[in-house]
């Protein structure tokens, strides 16, 4: 179902300008911008993957998600 989802987003979203609001990091993976907000404020911009390099905020909330 979630596949499904994220592709019918990718589709509506297709040329446009889209703000996406996810707990789910594997909804926004594939943004063009990813901005990390913790309580309230920004703390991290960019590309999923420079985020994952950067090893922040964002990475840990990835890894906790995902980690095998």
Not at 9 to 16: I, S
Not at 47 to 63: I, R, S, T
Request: hydrophobic content about 45%; cysteine-free; charged content about 20%.
């Amino acid at each position: 179902t979630e596949i499904l989802i994220q592709k019918a987003m990718a589709e509506l979203m297709q040329g446009r300008t889209s703000f996406v609001i996810a707990h789910r990091l594997s909804t926004i993976r594939n943004a063009d911008l990813i901005l990390v907000m913790n309580e309230g404020q920004i703390v991290e911009q960019g590309k999923h993957a420079e985020l994952l390099v950067q090893n922040g905020f964002y990475a840990e909330l990835y890894n906790s998600q995902f980690a095998g």
